[in-house]
């Protein structure tokens, strides 16, 4: 039994600021519910899929989206239902110049262009893991084993020892974007008024639209005179040629070519039929063929060469999402930022393209909390891109478009991102009510309420006695002996730490109150363990769920308790 007079004695260092044990709701990252699959019958899903349809719908007829010209696929999809799409649109240029007769649907094949860097990390993973992303780059391309180890400021300026095959996928290398690809020297190798002559040998002969690709000798020729963009792991920066230099690894390490690791590790277990590492050639005739559909990139493929169906990009995204090709730790440790953008709202991985977007927590608040969206985008000629995972809500958008205007694309991006995941997120807590909320008791007068508050992320424990003892006034005590802000309402907001055992749900405790402003500079990170019985932890709650996915109970480790839902 507890008792007010069992205080801990503890001596407290606040390492941050006091305001880390202030009473604000202050979520983690990560899904504020556990919700493992959210239902496509959900009102909020169905309404943003009715909203989102209507306003394609529009901005074709009123030209916001070019009817004529653009070329495009959608299909939203749930991780763990494969039975259909939330939500799919196929659209064909009504006057386009497409040199195929091919009405655009869901096997339609479309140029990904640097989707191919996603595609080759995950091979890469799927093939070696991630052991060797500390690995200097010069261990496994030999040509640049003997080269520079000096950072400067000039051709060829590179410290590669300090270059990692992590660093390559990462976008954090500090190697320019390419050693040939848009040279002007290529269109105008006569110069211009005010622009340095070049030598013959400066002048790029391949590697180039309109240009063979160049052969390994010369492409790692090329690359070593490159000048550096930056020191490696200092800012991101945007490389081509890194992944060219980590297919040659991967090719290095393996005994295999890496047009065959990325065969056997992803086309062959995912059935990606529609899925091309080369042009399929001319007489292909299920594609969206315009410009920039016949360009070869050779052993620069990796980086941008790959061709896609929507299909086959929603199954490459759910394998993402459910690990099936991957071990669950490592999809883990790839769905992180490396490093951080000069944009607060934009990071990068390996190579993910990080949207941190501020979410309303509930219908039509203005409280929000951080949702990472990870995606990589493709873009060349007349083709831009995406795949994008949410793995806090275990869904995901493919996004193919083609034509001469790229706003299409960033159209419908942006209408998906305002559109949907407000709607995943309501749809979520609404999931999370019926499957969580409600009261908890036992006969020996033991009792837990658990809510869920508007304008507030997560569950909320606003009132528990344990044994007849009030347990939310005794933690309470314990935390304002701790150093911590107790103020009118405090409680435990609850969140789901991605622990199953069984039937077995663990979701850790934030203490604090309703209502309360979050500071940017929120601290629940560093808060989480505080209290402590006899290594019982305070803030651990475990629900006990049904085969239906409901709770039936509540277990409490450090009250000795579990309690039953009513």
Not at 248 to 260: Q, S
Request: charged share 15%.
């Amino acid at each position: 039994m507890f008792s007010t007079t069992m205080l801990w004695k503890v001596f407290l260092v606040c390492s941050l600021a006091a305001k880390l044990c202030s009473a604000q709701n202050c979520p983690w990252l990560g899904p504020a519910y556990h919700v493992p699959i959210i239902a496509r019958s959900a009102a909020p899903l169905q309404a943003a899929g009715a909203a989102f349809d209507a306003a394609i719908t529009q901005a074709l007829a009123d030209g916001n989206l070019n009817a004529s010209q653009t070329f495009f696929g959608i299909d939203v999809y749930s991780a763990l239902d494969e039975k259909a799409s939330l939500y799919s649109r196929f659209h064909t240029a009504t006057a386009g110049t497409n040199k195929t007769a091919v009405t655009v649907g869901p096997d339609t094949v479309f140029r990904v262009f640097s989707i191919s860097k996603l595609i080759t990390v995950y091979a890469f993973l799927a093939k070696l893991g991630d052991k060797y992303w500390h690995e200097p780059v010069t261990k496994y391309v030999p040509e640049l084993a003997t080269a520079g180890t000096t950072w400067g400021v000039g051709r060829g300026g590179f410290d590669w020892e300090e270059i990692t095959l992590g660093s390559l996928a990462g976008q954090i290398s500090g190697i320019g974007k390419d050693y040939s690809a848009n040279d002007l020297s290529v269109s105008n190798p006569g110069g211009a008024p005010g622009i340095r002559p070049l030598t013959d040998e400066e002048i790029v002969r391949c590697g180039s639209i309109g240009i063979p690709p160049c052969p390994r000798q010369k492409a790692m020729e090329m690359t070593l005179q490159q000048f550096p963009f930056t020191l490696s792991h200092r800012t991101p920066g945007y490389s081509n040629v890194a992944f060219q230099l980590l297919a040659y690894a991967a090719e290095n390490i393996t005994g295999m070519p890496f047009p065959a690791i990325v065969k056997s590790q992803l086309i062959d277990p995912l059935r990606l039929s529609r899925t091309y590492l080369t042009n399929p050639g001319g007489n292909f005739s299920d594609g969206v063929i315009i410009d920039g559909w016949e360009i070869e990139f050779g052993d620069e493929a990796p980086m941008g060469g790959y061709y896609q169906s929507t299909t086959d990009l929603t199954k490459l995204g759910r394998s993402i999402l459910t690990s099936s090709i991957l071990p669950a730790r490592t999809t883990r440790a790839w769905l992180q930022a490396t490093a951080h953008t000069g944009y607060a709202m934009a990071s990068v991985g390996r190579p993910w393209e990080i949207l941190r977007r501020n979410v309303p927590v509930s219908s039509g608040s203005e409280t929000t909390r951080v949702v990472d969206l990870f995606t990589k985008q493709g873009g060349g000629t007349a083709y831009t891109t995406l795949i994008a995972v949410a793995p806090d809500y275990g869904v995901g958008l493919s996004l193919l478009t083609a034509g001469p205007i790229a706003e299409d694309f960033h159209f419908i991006k942006k209408l998906w991102m305002d559109t949907y995941l407000p709607a995943l997120e309501e749809a979520s807590r609404e999931q999370a009510a019926a499957n969580f909320a409600g009261t908890y008791a036992l006969s020996d007068n033991s009792t837990a309420t658990i809510t869920l508050l508007p304008d507030e992320p997560g569950m909320f424990v606003s009132e528990m006695h344990s044994g007849g003892a009030d347990f939310i006034a005794l933690m309470a005590t314990v935390w304002s002996s701790l150093g911590g802000r107790v103020e009118e309402g405090f409680g435990a907001f609850l969140y789901p730490m991605g622990l199953v055992e069984g039937n077995k749900v663990a979701f850790r405790a934030i203490w604090g109150a309703p209502g309360k402003t979050v500071l940017e500079d929120c601290g629940s990170w560093a808060e989480e363990d505080r209290i402590r019985y006899g290594g019982y932890p305070g803030d651990l709650f475990i629900f006990h769920l049904g085969d239906d996915g409901r709770a039936t109970g509540l277990e409490v480790p450090i009250t000795g308790r579990t309690l039953l839902r009513a």
